[in-house]
């Protein structure tokens, strides 16, 4: 049974996510907790990144530090995770590289490799692997007493299977390229298996009181349009299709789904046709066209500024927000501001400020 929290004061983005008109667009941005933020390391002092998210009590203010510096501006919060902790509780072993990224000490090499039988073969307990998970989650959701929405989230098959394959990230991605041309079945086997835990460990976020969910599929764009039908899109539509029924049978509201595929522009139409109720883009879209096809199918929204012209000019900026709220219909219905991607290392705090400030400027209540 999910915790008792406090009633929500700001649903403004629930409210978007549901198709309704709304006084101005809600704001959020990807990896808005991160180490941009001075505050950022000063909380994670020298602590290894997994044993923050492990630590409930560090995830937790990590998760709420963006909400109390831009609380005029922020509409939701998004639990400080990663995206690689469902490999972990498959029994993958994963580090985080100070400078490099995430590093597995031992990815998977072929389908006879012995660790590809174990992750296969492993009965994952989710509740017990990911507890820590669940914890900063309730912990948070109590701490923010009602003030924005609580995002949940998970990574998609597609980009968990390309780190376990790869060992990390890559640039030519040769090694998963190798695995579903040579052994489709196989792999499909495994983004089975994954996308089954992805639906259990979004379903128990729920629970544990996140009131929306994102799955992020970073590397969509590394397939090809016939590619992406066959290795990623149906394990993205199997985790929207059976969440809410697994919400369901568990007592739970259903809650509002949410899916970026980075990269993967040819998709829209077919995402915007899933049961995702928010499409979040990248900066390749162009607002106009992808808010038409949005538009005619249902479909809400999301980002997609490119997070490289924070590190421009203010002019720059004012143009991207004008440019941006133009082409999703001025903001009020069917849009959730976001960036194209998370916020890169070195953004100057104010300027993301400056961002929002130029959101409300153009996209506010006055401008009904």
């Known amino acids: 049974m999910a915790a008792d929290f406090a009633p929500l004061k700001n649903d403004l983005i629930l409210r978007v996510s549901r198709g309704e008109t709304v006084e101005r667009p809600p704001i959020w941005v990807m990896r808005q907790a991160g180490r941009y933020l001075p505050e950022y390391h000063k909380e994670k002092g020298d602590k290894d990144f997994f044993e923050c998210c492990r630590n409930p009590e560090i995830a937790s203010n990590l998760t709420i530090q963006p909400i109390d510096r831009y609380e005029r501006f922020i509409d939701a919060a998004i639990i400080f995770s990663d995206i690689l902790v469902i490999p972990q509780a498959m029994g993958m072993e994963v580090t985080m590289k100070e400078g490099k990224g995430p590093h597995f000490e031992h990815p998977l090499e072929s389908p006879t490799d012995g660790q590809y039988t174990s992750v296969m073969r492993k009965d994952v307990d989710v509740q017990q692997e990911l507890d820590y998970v669940f914890k ?24 968990l299977l390309c780190y ?15 695995w579903i041309y040579s052994f489709p079945e196989q792999s499909k086997a495994l983004l089975q298996k994954i996308a089954e835990v992805c639906v259990e460990y979004l379903a128990l976020q729920v629970q544990a009181g996140a009131q929306m969910v994102q799955v992020f599929d970073s590397w969509a764009g590394e397939l090809s349009p016939a590619a992406f039908k066959e290795y990623a899109f149906p394990y993205l539509n199997f985790i929207a299709d059976h969440l809410p029924r697994k919400l369901r049978d568990m007592k739970l509201d259903v809650v509002p789904m949410t899916v970026f595929a980075k990269g993967a522009w040819y998709a829209l139409d077919d995402l915007c046709s899933s049961s995702y109720n928010v499409i979040s883009l990248d900066w390749l879209h162009d607002p106009a066209e992808a808010y038409k096809i949005a538009q005619s199918k249902g479909k809400v929204l999301q980002g ?5 012209v924070l590190y421009g000019s203010h002019e720059a900026i004012t143009e991207a927000v004008d440019m941006m709220v133009r082409g999703f219909g001025s903001g009020k219905k069917g849009w959730i501001v976001n960036l194209g991607h998370g916020v890169t290392p070195f953004v100057k705090p104010e300027k993301l400020e400056f961002f929002f400030e130029q959101i409300h400027r153009f996209a506010g209540p006055s401008k009904i």
């Open 304 to 308: 997609n500024m490119d997070p490289g």
């Open 136 to 159: 900063a989650l309730t912990m948070t959701r109590k701490k923010l007493n009602g003030r924005v929405p609580l995002f949940g989230f998970c990574g998609a098959p597609w980009t």
């Open 164 to 178: 376990m394959v790869e060992g990390g990230g890559s640039k030519m991605f040769q090694k998963i390229k190798t």
